[in-house]
Structure formats: C-alpha cells, structure tokens
C-alpha cells in the first residue's frame, strides 16, 4: 500500500476542505457581520440570549475557535462582561456542530453528493463571481464557491483514506483508541489543537469514517477530545491581554473538559458494562454529527444552571477578583479578524467619543457665567480622554484599512477617519473655551449683560448642530444632517452679526476691552465647532449618496 500517496492526497484534500470553509464563512460573514454587531445589542445579564448569539455567529462563521476570540477580544475591550461571554461560549459549541451536518449530508441527502453538488456549485460560484459587480453578489459567489470547495476536499479526503480499510494496522490503531478514553480524547485535543479548528477535524474524522475505519467507541472519546482542542486558539489569542480576557478563554477551556469529564464517564460505564459490543460497531458520518450535537447540546442544557459557579472558577484560577477597570478604548485587535464586527464597533466608540464632547459642550454652555475652577479643570480632563481615544481609534482605522477589506468598507473607515479628526478638533475648541474662561477668572473679568445673552444665543445654535451632527453618525439619519447643516448656516450669520454688534459696544466703551478681546475669540471657536459639525454630517449624507 502506497501510504505517501495517501497521505499526499488527504493532506491536499484536507487544505481544499479548510480553504472551502474559510471562504464560504468569509462570504457569510461579510453578508450578515454587519448585523453581528446588533445582534451583540440585545445582549444583556440574560445568559439565553447569549447561548443563541453564540450559536448563530459560529453557525456562520463556521468556527467555535473564532467565535471564542471574539469573545475574548469584547471581554479584554470591556464590551462584553464575564456572565456574558459564558452565554456567547455555550452557544459556540452548539453552532460549530453545523459544519458536520453539511458534510454527512451526503449519506441523508444522495442529491448533495460531491460528485454531484461540488462541481455544479463551482462553476455557479465563478460564473456569479465573473458577471456580478455588487459587494453583496461577490458574497454570494463565495458562499457558492466556498460550499463546493468544502465538499471537493471532504470527497477528496473520503477517497485518499479509502485504501486503508483494508489495513489491519489501521483498523487495530481505532480499536485501541476506543478500548481507552484517555487516548482517545487526547488524539482528538492534539488534532484539534494543531490545525485549530474543530470543524475541520470532525471533518477528518467524518472523512475516516466514510472508509468504515472508525469504531463508535473511537469516534465519542475523538469528539470530546475535539471540543477541548479546540480551545487552544482562544488561549493562545487571551495571551497578552487582560486578566479578564484570560478568565474568558479559561472559561471555554473549563466548560468542555467538565462536559468532557462528565460524558466520558456516562460512556465509559454503558459500553463497558450495558453494550460492549456497541462501541466496536462502526460508525458513519451521520452519526459523528448525531454524536456531536448531541453532547454539545446536552453540555450546554446540564452545565447552564452551573455557568455562574464556572465563572467564579474561573475567576478564582485566573485571579479575578471584581471585573476589572475596562480599557479606555473600547475595541481589541482580535475584532481586526472580522472586519464586519470590527467597523461597526468602530463607529460605536467614535459615538461614546463624541458623547464625551457633548459633555464637554454642556460644561461650555454655562461656564463663562460659573466659572467654576471645576468646570474649567472637567473640560482639559475631557479634552485628555478625547485625544486618548482619537488616537487609539485613527490608529486602528488604519490598520483595519489594510487588510482585505471591500472597496465600500474602504470608504467607511476613511470616513470614520474623518470624523474622527472632527470631533477631535471640536474638543480642542472645548479646551480653548476652558482656557478662555481660566483667563476671565483670574483677570476678574466679565463679559456685559447683553454679551452674555447673545452668547449664549450663539452656543445654543452650535451646540444644537453638534448634537445634530453626532446623531445624523449614529442613526445613519439624513434629517438630522440637514438640521446640522441649517444649523451651521445659522451659526455663521449669528457670528458675523454679533462680531459686528460687539466692536460697536467696544467702540461706545460698553464693553471691557480684555474680555471683549477674548469675546471674539469665543465666537471663532463657536463659529468653527459647527463648521466641523457641518463636516460630520457632510460625511452621512455622502455615505448615503445624498450629496
């Protein structure tokens, strides 16, 4: 028997297999990741709602693995707590079971055969992907694409290891995997752990199975062992992050070994002692997903009632004592590998940014008649946060740019960039007023009566196009655009004709000369912070194409 051919051919088959997945997720995700970020909204303290999220976004990315980075990267962000991700993480091992139905439905399904199905969907995936010129089209291509590819390496997989039902070797190496459980789960963990995905390994061990190589007993100690394996890659990401980001991927790890413990256990006990010869019958590809799902659900249904106590465990192991402070910036690099979740948590923090100099705008409302040393020290600490934050978020839009992005979402992140510098510079004019009203107070200088109404006329129309402006961003609302560019128009001809009203009280003597000074200069820093507002709405409305 020629085992390099073999091996050769399952390897390649294997790549193809792998290849097929990532694409077809690719597809999905880009089709439906611009909705994950909503679907993380609805998730509260409610662990149901969690178990269901995670489920979904696994079942479409077609990775337990990936999902749980995710999660690891929203808990180190500090957009998801602990509680929460344990929800996300059960429902993970229940999605990932998906990939093994679609590969066994060629022993439930005879039209979906690969020598069938694959070569059909290949040449419909190219010719979708040649003629169409849409974003949402090329998706669809992928998602074809990627399901014929999948189906090409599991048949090419199926075929290589073909020859090797006649080897007794072969035979009597699953033999002694099923005889011990320990072994067993230990080759599924190693396998799992090594290509990091479990996916992809229950598509080897379905592959084997199609030969009639795998007994039962074999294949349930493999899967459990494929659950723990597959925990490896959400570590290796937790590496560098924050306690509470380690907690995280200890929980998964937790999580599988305790259902791991408590089914091999069942096992063990009924095919030694009910249906031994039960566990030496061989197994179909099928029946691995049965077997998959199954435990997968069941793990989830007996250990969610315990899934506060594996948090506390975990917490304990990890050295967790309260949730810790979150991150200043509320994204993580590990978001980066999914551009559809990456660009709209991106957009949330530019609104928490922008939220920060809504404060920092209602402070300048009354400063100039407080002027309170208080008020004067919030605005520079505001002013601090928001360059922080500036810089973290321009730095991640750039490197976020660079990956393989489509050309739309290029558009995106530049404006998102844009609007960025905005905000950012509104702040700074936040901080001018701070300084402006610093000097007033210890110069003991004030602005007269009707200064102070007619100013506070001016901060009224940018502070409204301000707020305008950040929600046009936030609710993608073109009427709320139009209101901030009325607004800024406004905000000009209040600035040219108060300008013109105060050099004639400085020229009556009506007004002191330093604060007058410093009068104009507040209605420049007003009159610009609806200039940069205008530009944010700008930025919505030729997103939307109305500009």
């Not at 993580?332 to 939220?355: F, N």
């Not at 558009?411 to 700074?428: A, F, G, K, P, T």
Request: aromatic share 6%.
């Amino acid at each position: 028997m020629d085992y390099t051919s073999i091996i050769i051919a399952f390897v390649g088959g294997l790549g193809m297999f792998i290849y097929g997945m990532q694409i077809m997720a690719q597809g999905l995700e880009n089709a439906a990741g611009n909705r994950m970020k909503s679907l993380l909204g609805i998730l509260t303290k409610n662990k149901f709602f969690g178990v269901l999220l995670g489920a979904a976004v696994t079942a479409i990315i077609q990775s337990s693995s990936a999902t749980t980075v995710m999660v690891v990267g929203f808990v180190n962000a500090g957009i998801m707590n602990l509680t929460q991700a344990m929800g996300v993480i059960m429902g993970a091992n229940i999605g990932t079971t998906v990939t093994g139905w679609l590969v066994s439905s060629v022993e439930w399904a005879e039209f979906l055969s690969p020598a069938t199905l694959a070569p059909i969907a290949i040449m419909i995936g190219v010719i979708v992907m040649m003629t169409g010129k849409r974003h949402s089209t090329k998706d669809v291509s992928n998602i074809i694409l990627g399901f014929g590819l999948l189906f090409v390496g599991i048949s090419t997989m199926s075929s290589a290891v073909s020859p090797l039902r006649e080897s007794e070797a072969i035979r009597g190496l699953f033999v002694n995997l099923g005889g011990n459980p320990f072994l067993g789960i230990l080759v599924g963990a190693l396998v799992t752990a090594v290509i990091q995905s479990s996916s992809a390994s229950v598509g080897i061990l379905q592959s084997l199975a199609s030969a009639g190589l795998v007994p039962f007993g074999a294949a349930i100690y493999i899967i459990m062992g494929q659950n723990i394996g597959t925990c490896v890659t959400a570590i290796l990401s937790s590496m560098g992050a924050k306690k509470n980001a380690k907690t995280a991927a200890l929980m998964h790890l937790l999580f599988n070994i305790i259902g791991t413990v408590i089914f091999s256990t069942v096992v063990i006990i009924y095919m030694t002692s009910m249906q031994p010869v039960w566990a030496s019958g061989r197994i179909t590809q099928t029946q691995i997903s049965m077997v998959h799902t199954i435990f997968n659900i069941m793990t989830t249904v007996l250990l969610f009632p315990l899934s506060d106590w594996i948090v506390k465990l975990a917490k304990k192991i990890g050295g967790v004592k309260d949730e810790e402070e979150q991150s200043t910036l509320h994204l993580d690099d590990r978001m980066l590998e999914t551009p559809g979740i990456a660009i709209p948590s991106m957009r949330s923090e530019i609104v928490r940014m922008g939220r920060e100099v809504e404060e920092a705008l209602g402070i300048a409302k009354h400063i100039f008649v407080t002027k309170k040393p208080e008020d004067i020290a919030r605005l520079r600490e505001i002013e601090n946060e928001v360059d922080v934050l500036s810089a973290g978020l321009t730095d991640y839009a750039i490197r976020l740019s660079a990956l393989q992005i489509s050309e739309r979402e290029h558009q995106l992140v530049s404006r998102y960039i844009q609007v960025i510098s905005d905000i950012e510079r509104i702040c700074d004019y936040c901080e001018n007023i701070s300084e402006f009203a610093e000097t007033m107070l210890d110069k003991k200088v004030d602005f007269s009566e009707i200064a102070h109404e007619q100013m506070k006329n001016m901060i009224d129309v940018c502070v409204e196009s301000y707020l305008s402006a950040i929600d046009a961003f936030e609710k993608e609302s073109s009427e709320s655009a139009l209101h901030t560019i009325e607004k800024e128009t406004e905000a000009d001809s209040l600035e040219i004709s108060l300008r013109s009203k105060h050099i004639k009280r400085l020229v009556n003597g009506g007004c002191n000369a330093e604060a007058g000074v410093i009068y104009l200069d507040v209605l420049i820093s007003m009159e610009r912070i609806s200039d940069h507002a205008r530009n944010i709405a700008e930025e919505v409305l030729e997103e939307k194409g109305q500009l």
